[in-house]
C-alpha cells in the first residue's frame, strides 16, 4: 500500500528514521514483538551483562511497588482501630491511590515516550519513598492526611509502572524479551504477597502498625541508589531497529479512533477491567473477612488474628506464580492449534472462579481451612489470566499504536476496576447491618457477593474477545509483512 492508502484506511504510516532520538511509543509489556516474531535475533542496545544487572534492579523495585500497595491490606484491623473508622472509609484508602495511580499513568507514559526515563523513574521513586514514609507518622484526627499520603504515594508508583517495561523492552529482543517481561510480572503477585506478610509481621513485631508502613521505604532508599548507580537509559526502539528509532504519522484521536474500532481491544479490555475489579475488591477485603470469620466461629475473641495475612499473603505469592506460568504454557500450547484460545483460556480462568468464590464466602462461616483451600483455587484460576492478556493486547494492535492502547487499557480498568470496588463493597457492607457492630461478619459477607456477579460478566467479555481475535491478529500481522515507506530526514 502507498502512504496515501495507508492512511486512508486509518493505518499509521511506518518509517525508518537515522535519528536515534526517534522511537516507537511505548506503554508497558505490550510494546515487545516477541509474540509476532519470536525468532527475531537482534543486536542488544547494550551489553547482556549490564541489561541482566539492570533487570534485576527493575524487578526488586517492582516488587517492592506492590509490597507498598498490599501493606495497608495486611494492617487494616489496626488502622480501622486506630482511626475507628467504618469499612466504607477504609476502603478509600486503596480508592484514593489507584485513583491516582491510574489520572497520572498516562502522563508519564507520554512523558517517558520524549524524555529520560531514567530520571522519570528516580524523580517518582524520590516521590514516593518521601511520601510512603510520611504515611507512617500520622496520629489518630490525621486520617485525611493519611488518604492524601497514600494518593501521592500512588503517584510515585504511577511514574515507575508505565515507564520500567519500557526499558527491559530496549534491552532484550526476541523470545529472550518475552521471558524477561514475564519475570518482571512475576514480582506482582509476590510483592502483594509480600505485602500482608511484611505488614503484619512487623506490625506484630513492634505492636505498632505504623511499623509495617516504614519497611518499604527503607529497602526503597536501597532500590533507588542502586538505579542511580547501575540502570541505564537505552534509546528508545533500538531493539528494533539495531539503534535507529521508529516513528509514526498519526494524532492521538485517530489512534482512539482505530482502538475503538478493534473489537477485540475493546472487548478484551472491558474482560480487564472486571478482572480488576474482582482481584482489587478481593486482595484488600479477603485477610479481613477471614479475620472476622474467626471471631464469628469463636476461635479468636477480636478481628485482627495476624495468621490470616500471612497465609493469605503467602497463598497469593504461590498462586500468582504458578497461574502464570500455567496460564502461558497453556497459551503456548495450544495458541497455533486454536486461533482463539488466549481468550478462552481468560474465560476459563474467569468463569472457573465463580463457583470457588461463592464457596469461600459461605464456607468461611464453618471451616478456615476449607476456605483458603478455595481462596487458593479462586486464585489460581485468576492468575491465569495476566499473562495472557499481554499478548492479547500485544498481538491485535499495530505497533505505533500499542502505547496509546495500553495506556487506555490501565485508564479504564482502575477507574472501573479496582479503584472504586475496595469502597463499593465496605459501603454496601456498612449499610446491610447499619451499627450493628455484632453483625459486621455477615454485612461483610453478603457485599462480598458481588465479585462472582462481577466474576461472570469478565467471563463473558473474554468470550466475545474470542469471536473477533483471530480475524484482528491476522490483520495486524499482515500489517507488519507489508514494507514501510523509508524516509533519510524528517
Known sequence: LTSDERKKNDIPVRRWSLRSSCSLPYGSFANSLASLAPD?????????????????VLCYINLLNYMERYTIAGVLTDIQKFFDIKDSTAGLLQTVFICSFLLLAPLFGYLGDRYNRKYIMIGG??????TATASSFVNESQFWLLALLRGLVGT?????????????SDLFTGGKRSIMICIFYIFIPVGSGLGYITGRGFASLTGDWHWALRI???????????????????????AETHGEGVTEQSSYLEDVKYLLKNKSYVWSSLGVTALAFLTGALAFWLPNFLSRARVYQKLSDKPGDSSDSYIFGAVTVATGILGGALGTSLSRRFRDKV????????????????PCLFITIF???????????????????LSLNWAVLADILLYVVVPTRRATAEALQITVGHLLGDAGS???????????YP???????????YSLLLCPVVGIVGGVFFVVTAVYIAEDRKAVQQLLKQPTVSSVSE
Open 125 to 130: 521513586l524520590s516521590v514516593w519513598l518521601l
Open 435 to 445: 451499627g450493628s457492630p455484632d453483625r459486621n461478619f455477615d454485612s461483610l459477607k
Open 363 to 381: 464456607v468461611a462461616s464453618a471451616s478456615i481451612p476449607a476456605t483458603y483451600v478455595f481462596i487458593f483455587l479462586g486464585e489460581l484460576l
Open 156 to 168: 510515585g508508583e504511577a511514574s515507575y509502572s508505565t515507564v520500567a517495561p519500557t526499558i527491559i
Open 216 to 238: 518499604t521505604p527503607i529497602m526503597g532508599a536501597v532500590g533507588l541508589i542502586l538505579m542511580i548507580v547501575l540502570c541505564p537509559n537505552p534509546p528508545r526502539g533500538a
Open 422 to 432: 475496595p469502597y463499593l463493597l465496605g459501603v454496601i457492607s456498612d449499610a446491610i
Open 40 to 56: 527475531a535475533e537482534e543486536k542488544p542496545a547494550i551489553s547482556p551483562k549490564r541489561a541482566y544487572v539492570t533487570m534485576f
Open 339 to 354: 486461533p482463539n484460545a488466549d481468550p478462552l483460556i481468560c474465560a476459563v480462568g474467569m468463569l472457573g472462579s465463580v
